[in-house]
């Protein structure tokens, strides 16, 4: 994500004010219930504090040194605390070795920014260690709690914090934003109120959920991409069945898979942390000559135009078809 969410702006707006007042509090405590976006805001919040070249809102550029640092999770003035075990608690090994670590100047001269997720499983002496620490805070230094239940946190943590309350947002703002999403994904839009609903008016746990069903169905589309390739199957009939489909995301998918493609034959070392689709990857596009992968993307690219105009089915026809025909370099080479 780069950027806060829509609901979220009153909230930044609030905070980029008091930085570039210089009055920002030392301690935050974001509370409220999940779903709602609290630990991406602190995080863009904290990527923000530490870019070098902030744009006129506030927001972190995403290109400076910091930025890159930051989305790579190794900025060394970004400190991330959480439960070493899901459910688990903060312990005071960990509290302690933040207080060393943030006692430090900071590296890069700017701000030092710790995030501690589920503040409210930290046990007691990890919340006293803390407390000390929120009592005489170091210089420059923003440490933001995260807790979707306030009366978790002992009152002495509590009153050294400035309270931030994530709400629920209005549900028209909610459900914009969602359809808008569900759209980027080859989603229906108007599923938005139901999922919504279903979620107790949580935006991002109703993203989450529409999501959920997607794995399975696009590891079934990418195995019809392999069929085709190895002539097993049969583009028409395939068409049939992708027609059936929310559209344009089997086009979409479709989309991403051949830039992955190209972005392998580039780059071989690419997908190295998901060997099992590299895999897939390499047998589609091994005997593929580069520039025939590049036209097809093109092909693709225009169909998605064409689609939201044209009946979809020739469309999505033609490029299986086209798929299921691309020239192969040894076909080429022996002929
Ligand atoms: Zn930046």
Redesign the pocket.
């Known amino acids: 994500m780069s950027g806060y969410y829509p609901w979220q702006e009153t909230h930044w707006r609030n905070l980029a004010e008091r930085l570039a007042q210089d009055s920002l509090p030392h301690a935050l405590l974001l509370h409220g219930p999940s779903g709602t976006g609290k630990a991406d805001f602190a995080a863009e919040f904290a990527?923000s504090l530490?870019?070098?070249?902030?744009q006129a809102d506030g927001q972190?550029?995403?290109?400076?040194?910091?930025?890159l640092l930051y989305a790579a999770d190794n900025h060394p003035d970004s400190h991330i605390i959480e439960p070493e075990k899901e459910g688990g608690p903060v312990k005071i090994d960990q509290i302690r070795a933040l207080i060393a670590d943030i006692g430090l100047s900071s590296h890069a001269g700017g701000y030092k920014v710790v995030i501690i997720h589920s503040a409210g499983a930290m046990n007691i002496a990890a919340a006293n260690s803390l407390l000390k620490t929120l009592e005489e805070p170091p210089a420059k230094t923003l440490i933001m709690l995260l807790t979707e239940q306030l009366s978790l946190l002992p009152a002495t943590v509590r009153s050294r914090c400035q309270l931030l309350r994530f709400n629920l947002p209005d549900s028209a703002i909610a459900q914009n934003w969602l359809a808008e999403k569900l759209l980027e994904n080859g989603g229906n839009p108007d599923a938005a109120p139901d999922l919504l609903a279903i979620a107790n008016g949580a935006p991002l746990i109703a993203l989450a959920d529409a999501e959920k069903d997607r794995p399975a169905l696009r590891q079934s589309l990418l195995e019809a991409l392999v069929g085709l390739a190895e002539g097993r199957l049969d583009p028409v009939k395939v068409a049939g069945e992708w027609l059936k489909l929310e559209q344009p995301m089997p086009i979409k998918y479709l989309h991403g898979w051949v830039s992955d493609m190209i972005r392998l034959r580039q780059v071989p070392a690419s997908f190295a942390d998901n060997i099992k689709y590299k895999k897939v990857l390499q047998s589609l596009c091994r005997d593929v000559e580069l520039q025939k992968l590049y036209i097809y993307l093109d092909r693709i690219t225009e169909s998605l135009q064409l689609m939201a105009q044209l009946n979809p089915l020739p469309v999505i026809e033609s490029l299986l078809i086209h798929w299921a025909n691309m020239p192969k370099q040894k076909t080429i080479m022996q002929g």
């Open positions: 990527r530490l870019c070098q070249q902030n972190a550029c995403g290109r400076c040194s910091s930025c």
